[in-house]
């Protein structure tokens, strides 16, 4: 099956300075993606790039079979029937919410307009708003006016920018569910730029994971959460505590946390690893690989609690245990661990 959106060894720059590199990754008819990852890392620029806002390098952009874009021709934005949804929504102040929903449909006749943004109103439930000005709405409403006006015109693909970073946390994951629920609905497909991990696996069908303008992993949230390509992408998506390890038989790793069993990926003894470590990993309690640690700092979360822990080598490592332990700083714990995430040493 063609897939809606393929990027094909993309490379962006801002003068010599590379930004994205080698960038390859397809998005099917219906599917959500989410790009993730820290600031300043290329998530935007690639976005602009799909848009048309942002010149390639290199390689190539196509829209459901189009090439869109190339280092030597670029269709315009306007002609790539891709809508966008900005950071600030960029709503206009002194148009209602109706009258911001009909602004990309200046082009078909007036009653159809009227039935389209009435149809918008309705997805969003925001038709007793119609006649308030963007100012006269909370931001999640925000929100909702500029998913509706950038769906009005049924684009191909929906670009979105951090569309919730300007919310509160409760806020930003329940209005994730809902614009997944939304682009469902009407069968949008979308990529969906963040740095908040919850909101990508929310929303996402598919996670890319990008750090220093290198696109990681491009898969489903469940494999990039449990198959991470790199410690990179594992630290992105999850709590954890990168240790060392070295391989003392085959099977068996040892490191600052004690010994544990991995899966024997053939590396020959004395391999040195990198073993990331997540909360889910931590086990308190007598056991014959546990270590005794030290409790450096507790704070209690209600349902779990918060810890530094000072390792027998001196260092400290910070976990939360789902069942807190009636246990202070300043007092022992043995602590093990089971089935962490082994990468080779080599791996970024």
């Excluded at 989410?34 to 829209?63: D, E, N, V, W, Y």
């Excluded at 911001?100 to 708003?129: C, D, K, T, W």
């Excluded at 409760?170 to 209005?175: G, I, K, N, P, V």
Aim: aromatic share 6%; hydrophobic share 40%; with cysteine.
């Amino acid at each position: 099956m063609q897939p809606l959106l393929q990027i094909s060894d993309l490379e962006c720059r801002y003068g010599s300075r590379v930004i994205l590199e080698s960038v390859a990754l397809t998005l099917q008819q219906g599917e959500i993606g989410c790009l993730l990852g820290p600031s300043g890392c290329g998530k935007t620029t690639l976005l602009h790039a799909i848009a048309g806002f942002q010149p390639i390098f290199r390689g190539s952009i196509s829209l459901d079979g189009e090439v869109i874009s190339t280092p030597a021709a670029a269709l315009p934005p306007e002609k790539r029937q891709i809508g966008v949804v900005f950071q600030d929504y960029a709503l206009f102040p002194h148009l209602s919410v109706a009258q911001n929903l009909a602004f990309g449909l200046a082009g078909i006749p007036r009653a159809e307009q009227q039935a389209r943004v009435e149809e918008m109103l309705e997805l969003v439930r925001l038709h007793q708003y119609a006649g308030h000005y963007p100012h006269q709405l909370s931001g999640g409403q925000q929100q909702r006016v500029a998913l509706a006006r950038a769906l009005a015109p049924r684009p191909r693909l929906l670009l979105m920018d951090e569309p919730f970073s300007n919310l509160d946390t409760e806020l930003r994951r329940s209005l994730a569910g809902e614009v997944r629920h939304i682009l469902r609905e009407t069968g949008t497909s979308a990529l969906i730029v963040t740095h908040d991990r919850s909101e990508a696996f929310i929303a996402g069908d598919r996670i890319g994971v990008i750090t220093h303008g290198h696109l990681q992993q491009w898969d489903t949230p469940e494999t990039v959460y449990r198959y991470p390509a790199s410690t990179g992408v594992a630290r992105i998506v999850g709590e954890g505590n990168l240790l060392e390890g070295k391989v003392v038989q085959p099977g068996l790793v040892d490191t600052e946390l004690g010994q544990v069993e991995i899966a024997d990926t053939g590396s020959p003894t004395g391999t040195h690893v990198d073993i990331f470590v997540r909360n889910g990993d931590l086990v308190a309690g007598e056991h014959h690989r546990a270590v005794t640690v030290q409790v450096v700092e507790k704070h209690f979360l209600g349902d779990s609690a918060l810890y530094r822990f000072r390792l027998p080598g001196g260092r400290t490592i910070e976990a939360s245990l789902d069942s807190p332990v009636d246990i202070g700083p300043g007092q022992e714990i043995p602590l093990r661990m089971e089935t962490p995430l082994v990468f080779a040493r080599d791996r970024l």
